[in-house]
Every structure is written in structure tokens, then in C-alpha cells.
């Protein structure tokens, strides 16, 4: 056996077989302790807000325009398992006064470091795989791991934003916080502007999207006329505090989109996948969420979308149609189902409280 077959031999076999297993207990550890690692999350970022602040006190710092949050690929090789938080001015990279701080995501990495198995496995391989290669093969899969801390950053960035000390440092016109590779590919998970652009540029500017140009953008506290939009890939959008009463979203993809606050009553959700779609206080009465899918994306190694769930805390939905709902996790806690319309079949499946049962309305498969 050549070394290129007993490598692929050995991640087939040994490695993705033990990954699974890591995913597994990976899970099991998030969910219980989800609000524990959040509480963490936005402590440290709490601290770095300060950071900033007080460099800023100094004239260390001008005003902030980017804040990148970076998986550090050399921490894996030394065990640490940080994340590089960096602020940026509007000069970004090219802003050589630098502000960092590290968050510890040791929690998300514990397969890396339970590699005896895999240490006793490649000896079997007879001096074809060493110990560097399956180090190798380890920092490859790293994604096992960030797909959770991800995850979690998303879910926390409500809190991070609405922080007194993030309120108290001085921000560029535009802000934007990114999460990715360390000085690589990133993405936008928030952004904020002191000069918003008007309805009427972010109504028209939603009107022509195509495919994918919605995705990681932001339409929050936008007041919309009544606008249908489908097949659109949105992913990760914020609507928070917008008005969308009778518009439309069929068939669309908004995995991991924000709604909180938003006003969307008997607005059109149906056939559209919404996995971690955060829809908390939001005004959905009257709103249609029929055939929607919210499940958790269960493919190898892959949990995201649908890590942490879908989130209707404290949200209207009196007489909202559920009927034909797919999901895995979803937090109904304080949201109003008065006439709301469930599946009989999900009653016990969905987490509600006894008021929340007497309530709605529960009908069986066919009679929607």
C-alpha cells in the first residue's frame, strides 16, 4: 500500500468514523450548556470593548470600523484553541495600532485533542503514517469545530451589540463585526450605519435581488410596503426592527436570518427553509410558516444550519399557521399562540408550556 492510499485508507476508516463520534459528543456538550458558553462569549467581549475604550481615552485608537473575530489555525498546532478578536479603523489591515484580545473555544476543539486512538491506529500502518500526518489530517477538519463557535458567535451577537461597553466605544460611520480565517476569507455577521440608507433605496435594492445577492445583508429598521420575494437566498439577512406587514418570503432560504423586533404580520414564510432563524419579540400575527423547514443540516460531519435552533421567544403569533412544520429545536418561551394552527402530531414535540397548549389550535395531518 502506497502512503497516498494508507493515508485515505486511514482517514476513511479511523479518522471521519472517530469525527462522528467527536460531533456527537460535540452536541451533547452545546445544547445544555449553550447559555453558559454565550455568557462567556459576550464576557470577553465585554472586556475587549473596555480595551478599546481605554486606548481610545489615550488617542491609541481612532474610531472603530471593523471588529474581526479569527479562528487561529497555529493555535490548533499548540493546543491553546483561541480565536483572535481584532478592532480595526477604517484603514482596516492597514491599521498598525493594534488592539487584540483571545477567546478561548477549547471547549469546541476536544477532538483534537483525543487523538491517542488515532496515535495507536496509524502504527498499524507500518511507518506509512506519522505522527505529523495525522496532526495534518487533524487541522483539516477543524470545521467540526468552528461550525459550533460559529454558532454560538451568531446567537450572541444580540447581547454583544446592545452591551453598555459596546455603546461606549467610538465607532466609524460604518461598523461592521466579521468572523473567518485569520487575515482571510470572512464574512459579515453585523454591521451597523450612523447614515442608513432611505426606505425607498432598500426597498428597491430588495425588489431586484438575484439568487444569492441578499445574503449577509442588512434591511433592518426599514419600513417596507408590502413586497413577495422567492427562491431567494438570504442567509444570515438582518431584518430586526423592520416593518414587512403582508409581504412575502416563499420558498426562500433564510438560514440563520434575524427578525427581532420586526413587524411581519400575515406575512408569507411558507415552503422556505428557517434553521436558527431568530424571530424573537417580533409581531407575526396572522403570519404563515406552512411546509416551512427548520431542521438541522445532518450531513457527514455537518451540523450547520440548525445548531442552535429557531428562536419565537416573546413573539406574537396568534393565528399563525404552523401546519407541516419541520424542526428539530425551536423556543416558543413567552411567544403568543392564541389560535396559532399546529400539527396534533408535534403537540408533545414542541415545548410548550400547558397555557401555550390550551390555546392553540391542533389539527390533524389533512385538515390544515
Not at 6 to 19: D, N, S, V, Y
Not at 144 to 172: D, T
Not at 256 to 278: L, Q
Not at 288 to 297: E, Q, R, S, V
Request: glycine share 6%.
Amino acid at each position: 500500500m502506497k502512503k497516498s492510499q494508507a493515508i485515505t485508507h486511514f482517514k476513511e476508516h479511523i479518522l471521519l468514523p472517530l469525527l462522528r463520534e467527536e460531533v456527537y459528543a460535540l452536541e451533547t456538550y452545546f445544547h445544555p450548556n449553550r447559555e453558559m458558553l454565550k455568557e462567556r462569549l459576550v464576557g470577553t467581549f465585554r472586556k475587549f470593548c473596555l480595551q478599546i475604550a481605554e486606548m481610545q481615552s489615550s488617542n491609541q485608537k481612532e474610531a472603530i470600523a471593523f471588529i474581526h473575530f479569527s479562528l487561529l489555525r497555529s493555535s490548533m498546532l499548540d493546543r491553546s484553541f483561541c480565536y483572535l478578536i481584532e478592532a480595526y479603523s477604517e484603514q482596516w489591515y492597514a491599521d498598525e495600532i493594534e488592539c487584540t484580545a483571545l477567546y478561548d473555544a477549547s471547549w469546541a476543539f476536544a477532538f483534537i485533542n483525543n487523538a491517542e486512538p488515532l496515535e495507536a491506529a496509524r502504527k498499524a500502518y507500518i511507518q506509512q503514517i506519522h505522527a505529523a500526518d495525522v496532526e495534518q489530517l487533524l487541522l483539516k477538519e477543524v470545521g467540526v469545530g468552528h461550525q459550533f463557535v460559529a454558532a454560538l458567535f451568531r446567537s450572541a451577537i444580540p447581547l454583544m451589540v446592545n452591551l453598555p461597553e459596546y455603546a461606549g466605544i467610538r465607532k466609524s460611520d460604518r461598523l461592521q463585526i466579521r468572523m473567518g480565517e485569520y487575515q482571510d476569507v470572512s464574512e459579515e455577521v453585523y454591521s451597523e450605519d450612523a447614515n442608513p440608507e432611505h426606505a425607498e433605496i432598500i426597498y428597491a435594492k430588495l425588489q431586484s435581488l438575484q439568487h444569492a445577492e441578499g445574503a449577509y445583508t442588512s434591511f433592518k429598521h426599514t419600513r417596507f410596503p408590502p413586497i413577495t420575494l422567492r427562491q431567494l437566498d438570504l442567509r444570515h439577512a438582518d431584518f430586526s426592527g423592520s416593518e414587512l406587514h403582508n409581504s412575502g418570503f416563499p420558498d426562500c432560504n433564510l438560514a440563520g436570518t434575524r427578525w427581532i423586533g420586526s413587524h411581519a404580520s400575515h406575512t408569507d414564510f411558507s415552503y422556505s427553509y428557517i434553521g436558527d432563524a431568530d424571530f424573537s419579540n417580533s409581531e407575526l400575527s396572522g403570519a404563515n410558516f406552512k411546509y416551512t423547514n427548520a431542521a438541522g443540516l445532518r450531513e457527514g460531519l455537518i451540523r450547520s444550519p440548525g445548531i442552535t435552533g429557531l428562536n419565537f421567544t416573546h413573539a406574537n403569533l396568534e393565528g399563525a399557521n404552523f401546519s407541516g412544520f419541520l424542526f428539530d429545536r425551536v423556543d416558543f418561551t413567552h411567544a403568543n399562540l392564541k389560535d396559532a394552527l399546529f400539527l396534533e402530531a408535534d403537540k408533545e414535540k414542541l415545548g410548550l408550556s400547558e397555557q401555550q397548549k390550551a390555546v392553540v389550535r391542533w389539527v390533524h395531518g389533512g385538515e390544515e
